[in-house]
C-alpha cells in the first residue's frame, strides 16, 4: 500500500511569494529535525539502488518518495541505522509507511521497507527486505500480508517470495485463523514453501496463549516435513584473512516435531527500536571492538596447560603406522588477560577405541607430498566450558556428553617448493580430505548471558540423544596469500530434544522449554575464498623497505632521506652537466 504525496506537492506550488516572508513557514528551518543529517548523507538512499531494483515501480517509487519527504519522521537506531516513517488518515483508512536504511564502512548495504493499510477490521501489510554485500551480492524478500477480524476471529493469509544472490526464487504461502475469547487466544495454522527447484515443505501449528495480568503463557504444538533448499552467502574479515563463500544446503524431512511451553511477565515497557540489529553503537562497544582486534595482534596475556594420559598399544611395526588401542583421560585449561577481556576455558574427556592408522611422506626436486588414512571405533565421554567478560557483559557455555561411533577418513597433500616473493616464502598447494562416520551420542549443554549491550540476563540449556551417518569431503587449492576451499557433505540421522529458558530481555521476564524430535536426510556444499591479508601486508612492507631503502642498510630512518635528497642533488647536476655539454656552453 502506498501514500499518495499529492498534498505535499500540492502545497509546495501553493505557496505565493509573499508566504515565505512570513513567520510560519519559517518554524520548519528552526526545527531540530536535521540533526542526524550525517547518518542520512551516511545511508543516502542512492546506495540502495541494488537492493531495490528486485522490487516492482510502484514499491521502489514509494520508497525513493518517502525517502524525501519532508514530513517523514526521521530515527537514528541503536546500531546506526536510520528509520523514515510516515502516516495518514482519510476517513476510515490509515495508511503508515516506513523505511530503514542503513550502510557499512565496508560498503553493505541493507533495506527495510514496510506499507500498512488498515480500514476497519481489515488490514492489509507488505514488506520488502534486501541486503546486499560488498561484493554486490543481494538477498531479498517480499511478504504481502492480510488479515480480516469479525467478532472473535482473526484470519490471516500471507505470500512470502524470497530471492537469493543467484536469482533462485522461493514461495511461501501462509494461513491462519486466531480466536479470542476473553484471555484466551487459540490459533492455527498451515503453510507450504516452493522453489524453483521443484522442492516443498510443509508446517501446521496449534497455539493457545492465555493472559492473566501481565503474565502471558503460550503453548504450542509444530509438526514439519517435506524437502527445502537454502542458500547463504558470507563473508568475513579478521586481522589475518579475508574469505567469502558461499553455503547451499539440502534437507528432507520426513518427521519433525516440536512441543513448547513459555511464560513472559511484562515487567516494563519494551524498549526495541526498528534497527536491523538492538545493539547499540555506542562509545564503549567501539572500544571493545577495538580491544578484540588488538588482541587478535597479541594484546593479551595467556596462561595454558594440557594433560594428556592417554595410554596406547600398538600393533604395528612399521613407524608411519598404528595399529591397536587407545584408553585414558585428557585435557585442558586456560586463562586470558587482555584488551578483549577475560577469557577462560576448561575441557577433560575420556575415551577408550580401536584404531587402525597409516601416514607418508615424499620430498622431490620441485616440492613434497604427504598423506594419512585411518579407521576407528570409539567411546568418549566429555565435559567442556568457557567464559568470557568484556565491556558488554559475561557469557558463558558448559556441555557434557558420551557418544559412540564409527570412522573411516583419508586426506592427502601436494605442495610446490616456497620461493620468496617480496621477502616472503610462498608456494602452491593443493590438499584434499573424505570422512565418513556413523555415531550416536547423548549430551546437555547451557548457556548463561548477562549483557549491557541490548540490556539481557538470559540462561536457557538443552539436552537430547541422536543418530547420525554423515559422508564429507573437502578440496583445498592454494597460491600464496590465495586460496580456494570447496567443500560437500551429505547425512541421514534422527534426534530427540528437550529445550529450557529462563530470563530477562526487552522488558519481559521469560521461562520455558520444549520437547521435540525429528528424522532427516540432509546434503549441501559450500565455496569459499580466502585472501591472507597478513601475507600481502607482509609483501607490501617489505617491497617498501626494499623502495625506500636508499642507503642500503635494511632499516628506514632519516639516513634513507638524506641519502634520496643527495641523489636526487647527484642527478639534477649531472643532468645540467650533459645540457651543457650538449649545447657546447
Known sequence: MRIDN????????????????????????????????PAQRRDSFESQARNTERFGSGARNDMRRLDRSPRATIATNRDGSVTRSQSNTRGQTTRTQELTTSQSRFGDTRLKFTTNSKTGGRETTNTYSA??????????????????????????????????????????????????????????SHSVTTDSRGNRAWTQGTSTATKSGNTTTTRSTTRSGGTERTVQDNNSFTADAFSLGRTTERKNTPFNTQHNVTRERQIRPGTADDGFTQTKKDRLGTAQKGGDLLAQAGAKKEWKNEFNHVTENNTSKDPNS???????????????????????????????????????????????????????AEAKAGVDGNAKLNLNGLEATGRVGASASVEASATGKAATKSVKVAGVDVNAAVEGKVRASAEVSAEAEGTVKVTRNPPTAIAEGSAGASAVAKAEAEIKASAGPFSVKVDAYASAGAEAKATGVIGYEDGKLKIGGGLGAAVGLGAGAS?????????????????????????????LGMDDAKAVVDGAKNAVNDAKDKVADFFGF
Open 322 to 376: 598404528f595399529v591397536g588401542s587407545r584408553v585414558g583421560t585428557s585435557g585442558s585449561e586456560s586463562f586470558s588477560v587482555g584488551t578483549d577481556g577475560l577469557n577462560a576455558s576448561y575441557k577433560r574427556e575420556a575415551k577408550a577405541g580401536v584404531y587402525a592408522e597409516t601416514k607418508g611422506e615424499t620430498k622431490g626436486k620441485y616440492g613434497e607430498a604427504s598423506y594419512t588414512a585411518g579407521a576407528k
Open 527 to 555: 565455496g569459499t575464498v580466502e585472501v591472507d591479508v597478513k601475507q600481502i601486508g607482509n609483501m607490501a612492507k617489505n617491497t617498501a623497505v626494499k623502495v625506500a631503502d636508499a642507503n642500503g642498510d635494511g632499516k
Open 131 to 188: 541486503r546486499t554485500d560488498m561484493f554486490g551480492r543481494t538477498q531479498s524478500s517480499h511478504q504481502r500480508e492480510s488479515s480480516f477480524e469479525r467478532g472473535d476471529v482473526k484470519q490471516t493469509r500471507s505470500r512470502t517470495t524470497t530471492v537469493d544472490s543467484r536469482g533462485n526464487q522461493k514461495d511461501t504461502r501462509a494461513e491462519s485463523r486466531q480466536v479470542t475469547q476473553g484471555e484466551r487466544a487459540e490459533t492455527t
Open 6 to 37: 499529492g498534498n505535499t506537492r500540492a502545497t509546495r506550488s501553493s505557496r505565493s511569494p509573499s508566504t515565505t516572508h512570513t513567520a510560519p513557514p519559517a518554524a520548519p528551518r528552526t526545527e531540530p529535525r536535521p540533526a542526524p543529517a
